[in-house]
C-alpha cells in the first residue's frame, strides 16, 4: 500500500480514569503523543492526532505535528477516527484508502510496525488489519489487561480474549508456554475507509459487552479481522505505575 493512500490517525485524549492527562506525560523530555507522532511519521506520510482537548490540539501544534478537533461525545478511539478522517479529507481535498488507528499510549512503538499494518492492505481482500506478538512471558499470557488472540489458517483472527486462549486441559498453567504458542494483541488497527465508516454504526455486541473489547463486536458482525506477526515490543503505558516501572527498567 502506497504511503499517499494511507491515513494514520492518533486517537488521544486529556481525561482518563487510569492516567488524567497521559497523552502529555514526560517521557524522557517528550510528551507521550510526541513521541508517537513522530515515529508514525518515519513510517507514513500523512499523519494527525484526533482530540477533543484544546490542551493536547496545542501542544502537537507547538511540537509541529499536524491535529484535528473532534467531538467529546466518541465512545471509542475508532469513531473519533471516523470523525477524524472525514474532517482531514475535507481539509486535504482528497480521500484515503485506509486508515490506521495508532494508540496514543504507545511511544515506543517501531516505525516497522506501522508499516507492517499498512501492508496487510497489498492484499484486496483485507478489510481490518491488526498485528499480535508472540507471548512470551508468563505475566503477560495471564493478565487481563493484555488482551490474547486465536488466528485461524486463513491468517484471521478467530477470537480475541483477556483470558488465555487457547485453554490447555490436563496441562499445569506454569507449562502453557513451554506447550503451545500464544499470542497478545498488539492494539493497533487498520480499516479500509469504507470498512471503518460501516464498523461506527455497528452495535454492541454480546461478545464485546462480555470482555470489554471492541473488535469483538467487529467480529460478531462478521467482519473478518486480518492478523500479521511482530516480533519487535511494544510497551505501552497504561497507569502512572507503567511509566515509573518503565524508569526503574533503565527504559527512558
Known sequence: MSKRGVLGLIPARYASSRFPGKPLADIGGKLMIERVYEQCAKALGYVCVATDDSRIAEAVVKFGGRVV????????????????????????????????NIQGDEPFIKPEQVQLLASAFDDDEVEIATLVKKCEREDDLFNPNKPKVVVGGSGN????????????????????????????????????????????????GVLEKAESLEQLRWLEAGYPIRVLETTLES???????????????GLL
Open 157 to 204: 483472527a478467530l477470537y480475541f480474549s483477556r483470558q488465555a486462549i487457547p485453554y490447555l486441559r490436563g496441562v499445569e498453567q506454569g507449562e502453557w508456554l513451554k506447550k503451545q504458542t500464544f499470542y497478545n494483541h498488539i492494539g493497533l488497527y487498520g480499516y479500509r475507509t469504507a470498512v471503518l465508516h460501516e464498523l461506527i454504526k455497528l452495535q454492541s
Open 235 to 249: 510497551l505501552s503505558i497504561d497507569t502512572p505505575e507503567d511509566l515509573e516501572s518503565l524508569r526503574q527498567r
Open 69 to 100: 478537533m473532534t467531538s467529546g461525545k466518541h465512545r471509542s478511539g475508532t469513531d473519533r477516527c471516523a470523525e477524524a478522517v472525514s474532517l482531514v479529507e475535507a481539509e486535504d481535498g482528497r480521500n484515503y484508502d485506509v486508515v490506521l
